[in-house]
């Protein structure tokens, strides 16, 4: 009897340690949810009990129920964004373009290295362009413009091979634009030259 009891226990341990880690990007996606501030009720249906996020409005899980979209774009979302996004390590489309965010962009979205796309654009974000940024190995899509970011384009940047459109228009960088790396092969098509920005650079 006393060894079944222990067998239930440890079941249970397992079973629990197993539900805790199978929702970390719930976790984190509710960190962010508590961060915002959402006045038309978007982030609704992220109920942090459920076992994980894939039922979620604006969230797109793959077969493993790990995240892999977070489409947020024209929202209407103030806040600011929290470093546990950086735990969604399958992320591949980081939409959030068109709302009221604030704060700096955080470094740790240098770690979802399976992103394809990060558009940020249309916020207030401040701050730098973080330097992990250039970690990011299978981004396609970078759009940024129409922020208050401040400080130099990372040299960082010029790693990404995949980068096919890149947009840091209308923010108050300063400094050189890259033209080396993967920047070699943008063509501009208009450079605001007396703020160094870069528009909607496409090859
Ligand atoms: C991102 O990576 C850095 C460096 O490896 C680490 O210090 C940080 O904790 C990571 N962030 C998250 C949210 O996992
Ligand atoms: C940002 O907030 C202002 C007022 O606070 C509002 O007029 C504007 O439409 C908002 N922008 C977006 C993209 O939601
Ligand atoms: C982005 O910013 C520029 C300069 O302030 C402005 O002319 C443009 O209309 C903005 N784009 C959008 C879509 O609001
Ligand atoms: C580019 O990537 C290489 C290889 O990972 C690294 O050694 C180098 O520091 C990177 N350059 C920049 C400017 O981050
Ligand atoms: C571009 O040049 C900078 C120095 O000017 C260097 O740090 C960076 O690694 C170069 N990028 C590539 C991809 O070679």
């Known amino acids: 009897m006393k060894t079944k009891v222990w067998a239930l226990c440890l079941i249970l341990v397992v079973h629990s340690s197993w539900l805790a880690s199978a929702n970390m990007e719930g976790d ?19 109920d942090p009990t459920l076992v994980n996020p894939c039922t979620w409005f ?9 995240v892999i979209r977070v489409d947020l774009g024209n929202a209407a979302l103030s806040g600011q964004l929290v470093s546990q996004l950086g735990l969604l390590k ?13 704060g700096p962009i955080p470094s740790d979205l240098g770690n979802l290295t399976s992103l394809v796309s990060l558009d940020l654009y249309l916020n207030s974000f401040t701050g ?25 384009i990372p ?22 634009v890259p033209d080396n790396g993967s920047f070699s092969l943008f063509t501009p098509i208009r450079t605001l030259s007396s703020t160094y920005d870069v528009k909607s650079c496409d090859y």
């Open 155 to 176: 040299m960082s940047l010029t790693n990404i091979s995949s980068l096919q459109v890149l947009d840091l228009s209308n923010n108050r960088l300063s400094g050189v």
């Open 90 to 102: 399958n992320l591949q489309y980081l939409e959030l373009y068109s709302n009221n965010i604030t």
């Open 28 to 46: 984190a996606l509710h960190s962010l949810r508590s961060n915002l501030i959402d006045p038309n009720n978007v982030l609704q249906s992220w």
């Open 58 to 66: 604006h969230v797109t899980c793959n077969n493993d129920n790990s």
């Open 128 to 152: 730098p362009i973080p330097d992990t940024l250039g970690k990011l190995s299978k981004l396609r899509f970078l759009r940024l413009n129409n922020n208050s970011l401040s400080g130099p």
